[in-house]
């Protein structure tokens, strides 16, 4: 199931690659001690109650199987086009750092740029700037 389900996700990386669409995949890894630290806090600071589940506790027993599965599922997806960036997300401002870095470094790489205008646009533009300055001042 999962070896079709990467295949699915690679293939369809794939198809939205070629419509021109950039993929970049972040995985922000927090360590279980930061975890517990944060699901502590969650629980001593009322505003923060609505964050904490109880099933978050169920399924710290399964921590390192959750790693091992997303471990795999990075391998599998990862490519050239759709990249993953596997971020250490222990301290927030550090992982907030890397995320910008690498989406300002993607957006540089796209070298974006203002459309240009054929002769006919240019045209409309420069005559829809003649009625507007041709307008009387006091309009209302």
Not at 20 to 27: H, L, S
Not at 113 to 125: E, H, I, T, V
């Amino acid at each position: 199931v999962w070896t079709e389900r990467f295949e699915d996700i690679n293939n369809y990386e794939r198809y939205l690659g070629r419509q021109g669409i950039v993929i970049r995949k972040f995985f922000l890894h927090v360590s279980a001690e930061e975890q517990k630290k944060r699901f502590l806090k969650r629980l001593e600071e009322p505003e923060s109650h609505w964050k904490f589940s109880l099933t978050d506790v169920k399924e710290r027993q399964y921590f390192d199987d959750y790693l091992k599965a997303y471990e795999s599922a990075i391998r599998q997806t990862s490519s050239a086009s759709a990249p993953w960036y596997v971020v250490p997300a222990d301290r927030k401002w550090y992982a907030r750092l890397v995320v910008a870095s690498a989406v300002i470094d993607t957006l540089e790489s796209l070298r974006p740029s203002f459309p240009k205008l054929d002769a006919a646009k240019l045209r409309d533009l420069r005559a829809a700037r003649s009625a507007l300055l041709a307008e009387p001042k006091n309009r209302r």
